[in-house]
C-alpha cells in the first residue's frame, strides 16, 4: 500500500514524464530518490532539542527563524539508507553522481567514529566542513551537495514538521525567509482564492506571502514588482523584483488537478530559470539565511 | 479505470458566462453569428463555435418570478451513444479515452452525417462546422492530460463547475444534495450514473433545459434503443460493401 505522498509523488512524476519529456532522462533517477526519502521519513528517529512552546511562539512573533540549519538532528540510519537508494538508482553514464555517492561512501567508511560529524558537516552552508573527511578531488561539488542534501532531507524534513507543528502560529508568518530554518523559497504557488504559498528550499516547510512581496528584499511596491509569463506553459510564471533583481518561480496551483510534488517541480522548472536569467533575473545567492547573522546567533568558526 | 467527471452545482451558478467565453478562448472558437430572442441567453444554442452555452430559463416558483441558469455541456456519457451514431459511418471518428473517460470527435467525423449524430445524443450536444466536422466540448482533453484542470471549470468564480475523479465528484455532488434536501425538496442529480458531468439543480429539470435528462423529450430512449439495435447491422453493412 502507497502511502499518500508516495501516490502524490508517483502521479506527479507519471504526469511530468508526458507532460515535459525534455526532462526524461530525470525522472527513472528522481522518483527512486523521492521514494526512498517518502518510505525512511516516518522512521527517522531524532533527538530534537527541547524547546517549549512559548520560546517557539516568541520567536515566531519577533519574526525569527526557529532553528539554524546546522542545529537540525540527523538520524544517521535514514541517511545511510537514502544514500544507498541513491547511488542505486545513478543512471549508468552520470559520472558525477557517481562520484559523488562513492565520495560519500569512502568518507563513512574510512572514518566509522566520525559518521556523525561527516553528515552533519553538510547542514552547513558558507563553509565545507565536510573536507575534512571528504576525498573532493575530481568530485563535483554541485553532484556532492546534492546526493548528501538528498539523503538528510528526511530527517530535515520531520524535524521542521515538528517544530511547526508546535510553533501552532495563530498570525501568519511575515517574512519572506522560512519560518522554521530562515531559508528562502524554491518555488511558490498561488493556491485557493489566489493566496501565495513559498515553499522552503532547505527544510520544505510552506508559508504565506503576502501578494506583493520580494523573499529577498521584501519590496512590497507593486510598481516594482512583475512578472514573465509564457503562453505556452499556462500555470507557470516567473515572479521578479526590480529593486532587487532577483527571481522566483511561480505555479499556480489553482490550475492543477492533482496536487504539487514540490521536489520534482525544482527541477522540472529549470528551463524557466534559464528564460528567467536570459532576461538579467538572477537567483539569490543560495543557501542564504542571511537572518542569523541579524540574530545574534552565533556563526560557527 | 473510473476516469475523471464534472460536477456542477447550478445553485451556485450566477450566469456570469465566464465558462462560455474560457471554452471558447482555449479551443480558439470564434465567434458566433447571433441574434437577441429576448432572452440573456446568448448565442440562442450551442453551435460549432460555442461548446459550452449558458442556458437562461424564467420560471415561477409561489408566484414569484426565478431564473434558472443551466451551463450547458456535453456530458462525456459513460457509454456514449453518438460514438455508436459515428461508428456506423466511420471508423476512428471518435476517441474514448481510456484514462479520463474523454468522449473526443476526430476530423473523421465529417464522415458522419450530423443529423444522425445529433439525434442520437440524448442531450442534443453535437454541432457541425461548415466542413462537416463535427464538435463538442473535449472535456479539455489536452490540458486534462497535462494536469491542468478544464479551462471553464478554472474560471468559475463561484465553485459552481468542478472537476475531478469520478470518485470524489460523485462525492462532492452528494454531499451538496443531501445539504440541500432540506431546503429544495425537488432537488436532484441528473443521470448521475449514466454521465461524467453530473448537474444538481433543484426544481424540475426541464424548467432547466429541454435537454437537461435524457429520460425528458420526444422519445430519445426508444430512439436510443433502435440505434442500438441497428448498430451491428450498419456496422455489418459497411464491412459487406467494403469487403
Ligand atoms: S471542458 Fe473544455 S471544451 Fe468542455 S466545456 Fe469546458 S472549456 Fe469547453
Ligand atoms: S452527451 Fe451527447 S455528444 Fe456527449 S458523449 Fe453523450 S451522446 Fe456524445
Redesign the interface.
Known amino acids: 500500500m502507497l502511502s499518500d505522498a508516495e501516490t502524490i509523488m508517483r502521479k ?1 512524476v507519471a ?1 511530468a514524464r ?2 515535459k519529456p525534455a526532462y526524461h532522462e530525470l525522472y527513472d533517477f528522481l522518483e527512486r530518490v523521492f521514494a526512498a526519502q517518502i518510505q525512511v521519513k516516518p522512521r527517522c528517529r531524532l533527538s530534537l532539542n527541547p524547546m517549549d512552546g512559548e520560546a517557539i511562539k516568541a520567536r515566531w512573533t519577533a519574526g525569527l527563524p526557529l532553528m539554524r540549519r546546522w542545529d537540525f538532528p540527523v538520524d544517521l540510519k535514514a541517511a545511510h539508507e537514502v544514500l544507498e537508494a541513491v547511488t542505486r538508482a545513478v543512471p549508468e553514464h552520470n559520472r558525477e553522481l557517481s562520484g559523488a555517492c562513492s565520495a560519500i561512501f569512502k568518507a563513512l567508511a574510512q572514518n566509522p567514529s566520525a559518521k556523525d560529524a561527516i553528515w552533519e558537516s553538510f547542514l552547513h552552508h558558507d563553509w565545507n566542513p565536510w573536507e575534512e573527511w571528504l576525498d573532493t578531488a575530481g568530485v563535483d561539488l554541485p553532484s556532492l551537495l546534492y546526493v548528501a542534501r538528498s539523503c538528510l532531507r528526511p530527517s530535515i524534513e520531520r524535524t521542521a514538521e515538528e517544530r511547526l507543528q508546535r510553533a501552532c502560529p495563530d498570525d501568519h508568518w511575515k517574512a519572506g525567509f522560512c519560518p522554521v530554518c530562515g531559508s528562502l523559497p524554491s518555488l511558490i504557488s498561488l493556491e485557493g482564492e489566489g493566496q501565495r504559498r513559498a515553499h522552503c528550499s532547505w527544510c520544505g516547510t510552506p508559508w504565506r506571502l503576502a501578494r506583493f512581496q520580494c523573499p529577498v528584499c521584501d519590496n512590497r511596491r507593486h510598481a516594482s514588482l512583475g512578472y514573465l509569463y509564457a503562453e505556452q506553459e ?2 507557470y510564471r516567473i515572479d521578479y523584483c526590480m529593486e532587487c533583481r532577483h527571481y522566483f518561480k511561480t505555479i499556480d496551483a ?5 496536487p504539487l510534488w514540490i521536489p520534482l517541480e525544482e527541477w522540472t522548472t529549470l528551463h524557466l530559470d534559464l528564460v528567467a536569467q536570459r532576461e538579467g533575473w538572477k537567483t539569490p545567492p543560495s543557501p542564504a539565511p542571511a537572518v542569523y547573522e541579524t540574530d545574534g546567533f552565533a556563526v560557527p568558526s | 479505470m473510473a476516469g475523471m467527471s464534472f460536477f456542477i452545482d447550478t445553485t451556485r451558478c450566477t450566469a456570469c458566462r465566464g465558462c462560455q467565453i474560457a471554452c471558447k478562448n482555449w479551443n480558439q472558437n470564434g465567434a458566433s453569428m447571433t441574434k437577441n430572442l429576448g432572452s440573456h441567453q446568448n448565442p440562442p444554442d450551442l453551435d460549432a463555435n460555442t461548446f459550452k452555452l449558458v442556458r437562461f430559463s424564467e420560471s415561477e416558483v409561489n408566484g414569484k418570478p426565478v431564473w434558472y441558469f443551466f451551463a450547458d455541456q456535453c456530458r462525456h456519457c459513460l457509454e456514449p451513444p453518438c460514438m455508436d451514431a459515428i461508428a456506423g459511418y466511420v471508423d476512428g471518428g471518435v476517441i474514448h479515452d481510456e484514462e479520463t473517460g474523454a468522449v473526443v470527435y476526430t476530423d473523421k467525423s465529417k464522415e458522419a452525417p450530423i443529423d444522425d449524430v445529433r439525434e442520437a445524443c440524448p442531450y442534443d450536444i453535437p454541432r457541425a462546422r461548415e466542413d462537416g466536422r463535427i464538435v463538442k466540448c473535449t472535456m479539455c482533453l489536452d490540458r486534462v492530460k497535462n494536469g491542468l484542470i478544464p479551462a471553464c471549470v478554472k474560471v468559475c468564480p463561484t465553485q459552481a463547475m468542478n472537476f475531478g475523479t469520478r470518485e470524489s465528484m460523485l462525492e462532492l455532488a452528494q454531499k451538496r444534495l443531501a445539504d440541500l434536501k432540506a431546503k429544495y425538496p425537488k432537488a436532484q442529480l441528473l443521470n448521475p450514473q449514466e454521465v461524467r458531468v453530473i448537474y444538481l439543480v433543484v426544481d424540475d429539470p426541464t424548467k432547466y433545459h429541454s435537454h437537461a435528462v435524457a429520460s425528458l423529450g420526444s422519445g430519445i430512449d426508444r430512439k436510443l434503443a433502435l440505434r442500438r439495435l441497428f448498430k451491428p447491422a450498419k456496422t455489418m453493412a459497411r464491412a459487406l460493401t467494403l469487403g
Open positions: 506527479a504526469l508526458s507532460s499556462p500555470g489553482r490550475e492543477r488537478l492533482w
